[in-house]
């Protein structure tokens, strides 16, 4: 029998603690400083999460009683698994998927909004840290918690230079990766010995320290109030109108997640990034293959900040205004859950988990009082159903044969 008292008990404790849990979110609002309560909605989402476990629980009640190992869900993901295999070996289909997404992304702001352009630009952006942040973690699998650290030393670069030394934004582009490099190999020094979790202890608080120093070097960076003004990249002298410079953002932007991904592709299938993902698996293996191990995690952590700074200028110029509550903790774990979420390594992945992270926030504002908790009911149920990430990376195939006909020929 499936609804036994311990069942439907079982049930119950479920919806209770979900009721807790979104009390503070759903059942109280702070309106001129007195408290209203809303019982009705929490008692709803109560009820909704005692009928879905019991349905979860038939669920796995019927394939048990069929003998059946795999369920829909997980029947889900197969075909998951098998259709991202097919596009990953299939040169054709990538083509053809490739030209129309570009299509798609250079004709976006022709038909849309100035907002909506506006929240792709940002889109392209997380693409880029994503991607940077994938060199380190997804293919040198150095775990790091404060990838936003490099993000805001690339932004006030852009931002004190230009209002010191007047520098536009084409030359202190190259000026702020350069320097979010240093930044990033100066972390690295001192964590070159470390792994795992303390790695990603040591780099959270690079990160606090970062941020508390723009806040508190108030005669530098301006502190809480942050910078304002800051010039929008010039296209040959022309003067735009704010929608012709949306517009031109954009393109920018989506150029530069364009390039960013050639070139981290590229990276993975160099040496440097065979050396990386060899770190990644098995340290000392690596090193008794003859990878300097202090070299190899150098270059991560200075390809990786590089991109996060080139991100922190086109997010500056994009704004023309930077503080420190841009680059917080939030916006490391958000750009790490992109590379978990698109899978570790993968470019295709994390390029899709970061679109979709990126914009999912905005397009859930109707939802206002519960779009985070949408969000994060999403992220469990991915991570329960597809841990790998979205779209996981191909594994390397070694030919034997093709060896022998090249020594033949």
């Known amino acids: 029998m499936f609804l036994t008292p311990k069942r439907i008990f079982r049930s119950v404790l479920i919806s209770i603690w ?80 490739v030209l129309v997404t570009l299509l798609f992304f250079v004709a976006f702001p022709l038909f849309s909004s100035m907002y909506q352009t506006t929240i792709f630009s940002l889109a392209f952006l997380y693409v880029m840290l994503a991607l940077g942040l994938n060199i380190v973690v997804g293919i040198a699998g150095q775990l790091v918690l404060g990838y936003a650290a490099f993000y805001a030393i690339g932004a006030y670069s852009y931002a004190l230079i230009n209002q010191f030394f007047g520098l536009g934004f084409w030359i202190c582009l190259p000026i702020a990766g350069i320097i979010t490099i240093f930044a990033g190999l100066l972390l690295a020094f001192p964590v070159l010995r470390l792994r795992g979790d303390y790695l990603a202890i040591v780099t959270l608080g690079f990160g606090e320290i ?85 070299k190899t995690k150098l270059a991560a952590f200075a390809l990786g900040s590089c991109w996060a700074g080139f991100a922190g200028v ?19 774990a958000m750009i790490l859950s992109m590379v978990v979420l698109g899978g570790m390594g993968s470019i295709v992945g994390v390029t899709l988990a970061a679109l979709v992270l990126a914009i999912m926030p905005e397009y859930l504002r109707a939802f206002s009082e519960y779009r985070m908790l949408i969000f994060g009911l999403l992220m469990v149920a991915m991570m329960i159903f597809r841990p790998q990430g979205i779209i996981p990376p191909a594994k390397r195939k070694y030919y034997p044969t093709a060896l022998e006909n090249a020594e033949k020929k």
């Open 314 to 332: 086109l997010f500056a110029a994009r704004n023309s205004y930077i503080n420190p509550t841009s680059f917080t903790f939030m916006d490391s």
């Open 210 to 294: 970062v941020r508390l120093l723009l806040i508190n070097w108030s005669s530098f960076t301006r502190g809480s109030q942050g910078i304002s003004n800051i010039p929008r990249p010039g296209f040959f002298g022309i003067e735009l109108s704010p929608a012709e410079t949306t517009m031109y953002i954009y393109y920018l932007c989506l150029l530069a997640a364009i390039l960013t991904i050639i070139i981290v592709a590229r990276l993975k299938n160099s040496r440097i990034g065979l050396a990386l993902q060899a770190l990644r698996e098995d340290e000392i293996a690596g090193e008794a293959m003859g990878i300097d191990l202090r």
């Open 18 to 97: 979900f009721m807790v849990l979104v009390f503070p979110i759903m059942g109280i609002r702070i309106v001129r400083r007195v408290p209203e309560y809303y019982l009705d909605r929490v008692l709803a989402v109560g009820v909704v999460i005692f009928f879905l476990s019991l349905l979860w629980a038939w669920y796995f009640e019927v394939y048990k009683e069929r003998g059946e190992t795999k369920g829909i869900f997980s029947k889900i993901g197969t075909t998951c698994s098998e259709f991202s295999q097919k596009i990953t070996n299939e040169e054709s289909i990538q083509r053809k998927i």
